[in-house]
């Protein structure tokens, strides 16, 4: 089990690597959270395609108290640490500095340095998702009924490896007003 109270999660903002050293989790369970187009998109040009408050709030509300592990380019997409959470930013290059976060070299390094209670979300972007897909064990997807121009694409998979478990269906405001659900979907042989 993890020692650390959600209270010295706080720290992470200030001093990241105060939560080393490794604290293996022998439960620990990963959950992938995204915003995925119905042509599969997730980003264009480092951002986010569309700007959806509702989505925006269950992402921190999940989140919140937990590792977020990212990519180098989801990091400096969000341009600073996400309060509340133990930031964890994967990067080849020697040396990257992230202010409030901790480095790490790979996924499976990320994974190692994770010291809050699971479940760890990858929270992208495509490269990253990629890589942590076959390793999941829940996604919460919001899956946006609209087809947009973008140039990064949520990673195939194969539908009948996961049990949808949950399903919220919504539309956004207007003058936007297209339809979208949050979608939990729980690895079957997890
Ligand atoms: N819709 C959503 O839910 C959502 C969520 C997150 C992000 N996004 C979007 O996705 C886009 C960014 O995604 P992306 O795929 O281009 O980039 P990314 O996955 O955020 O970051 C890619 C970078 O991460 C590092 N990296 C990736 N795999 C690695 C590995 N196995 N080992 C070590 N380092 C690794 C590399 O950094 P170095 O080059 O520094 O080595 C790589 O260039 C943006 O448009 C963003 O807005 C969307």
Redesign the pocket.
């Known amino acids: 089990m993890f020692p650390l109270s959600t209270r010295t999660s706080l720290r992470t903002r200030h001093d990241p690597e105060a939560l080393a050293p490794i604290l293996a989790a022998p439960d620990l369970k990963l959950a992938l959270i995204?915003?995925?187009a119905s042509n599969g998109v997730?980003?264009?040009a480092?951002?986010?395609p569309w700007h959806l408050s509702d989505d925006l709030k269950r992402f921190r509300s999940l989140t919140t108290g937990h590792a977020t592990i990212?990519?180098?380019?989801?990091w400096e997409?969000l341009g600073r640490a996400l309060p509340r959470r133990q930031n964890i930013v994967?990067?080849?290059?020697n040396g990257?500095v992230a202010d409030g976060a901790i480095v790490a070299?790979?996924?499976d390094d990320a994974l190692q340095r994770v010291a809050l209670p699971p479940p760890t979300f990858c929270?992208?972007?495509?490269?990253?998702f990629a890589?942590a897909l076959p390793r999941a064990d829940l996604m919460y997807l919001t899956e946006i009924d609209l087809r947009v121009s973008g140039d990064?694409f949520f990673p195939a998979f194969d539908r009948g490896d996961w049990r949808e478990s949950a399903r919220e269906a919504r539309r956004a405001p207007p003058p936007d007003a297209f339809e979208y659900a949050f979608v939990t979907y729980r690895c079957r042989s997890c």
């Open positions: 995204a915003a995925v997730i980003g264009r480092n951002a986010l990212m990519g180098r380019k989801t997409s994967v990067t080849r290059q990257y070299a790979s996924f929270i992208g972007g495509a490269e990253l890589v990064t």
